[in-house]
């Protein structure tokens, strides 16, 4: 690839990554404005990786403009590390995220999910206290239980709901339990429950409590973690590829702007 060529290519592709990172700064910084503390967590992830890909897109930009043979080690040295990071990320994720299945019940259009079924770094995650808190405080607030019962007006409807992964963990009990259902968001608990399961006895009808202390929820929330982890592993995959064809474009840009600085 000429001289010519490598730079121009490198010098806009990183002129169009600056925009990206500016939108995902202004992400970032919208999320620090919003009074939700759920999301308020992802603030400085986003800021972060916002800030990491604005930099490098400058110095990318500017080694390519200027021809700077320095400011195109710095910007491969930098880039050489996201594509390691990316590579370690990926393949944890893939680890992490491949345990864990639901289980058909007759009679149900959804699955139900077990905790243990899922990989130990899962269950240490969501066993600790302190982080169940957070996303139990999260899942009360976003209101997905009271909302079933506005989805499913009688007791048809709500049996041949397709519920999410978290709506089957934290919204009801589990169907070993045997509880008798009145509507989408009741169930008659004088019944005796069948099962020696502790969610049994965890489950409220109540709206704060519903089963969010149980172990199906912390499943449920395992499996969306899952599925959220499987979709950015691939991402990364994605990405993995266009950055390494940047890379490659980056070192010609570096090494014919070292050519060029030798023969001046």
Not at 57 to 63: C, M, Q
Not at 126 to 132: Q, S, V
Not at 187 to 206: A, E, M, Q
Request: positive net charge; proline residues 3%.
């Amino acid at each position: 690839m000429s001289t010519g060529v490598s730079t121009f290519v490198i010098r806009w592709i990183n002129f169009l990554t600056m925009f990206v990172a500016v939108g995902v700064i202004g992400f970032g910084v919208w999320i620090s404005a919003h009074h939700d503390g759920c999301r308020k967590s992802l603030t400085l992830p986003i800021l972060g990786l916002g800030a990491l890909i604005f930099l490098i897109s400058i110095i990318g930009f500017f080694g390519a403009l200027k021809n700077n043979s320095i400011l195109l080690w710095m910007y491969l040295i930098m880039l050489c590390l996201i594509l390691l990071g990316i590579i370690l990320f990926t393949v944890l994720a893939f680890i992490i995220t491949n345990n864990g299945t639901g289980h058909n019940v007759v009679g149900l259009r959804f699955k139900e999910y077990r905790l243990q079924d899922y990989n130990t770094w899962f269950l240490k995650e969501l066993n600790n206290t302190h982080n169940w808190k957070h996303l139990q405080t999260c899942l009360v607030k976003a209101d997905d239980c009271s909302n079933l019962a506005k989805r499913f007006k009688t007791l048809k409807q709500y049996e041949l709901a397709k519920l999410t992964p978290i709506e089957a963990g934290c919204c009801r009990p589990p169907s070993v339990c045997g509880y008798p259902v009145v509507n989408a968001s009741y169930y008659d608990l004088t019944f005796h429950p069948i099962s020696s399961d502790k969610d049994c006895k965890l489950y409220k009808n109540r709206k704060p409590i519903k089963c969010y202390n149980c172990d199906s929820c912390k499943a449920g929330v395992a499996e969306y973690m899952k599925k959220e982890w499987r979709v950015v592993a691939i991402f990364n995959v994605v990405l993995f590829v266009v950055l390494t064809m940047i890379y490659f474009v980056g070192c010609c840009a570096r090494r014919n702007a070292a050519s060029s600085h030798d023969k001046s």
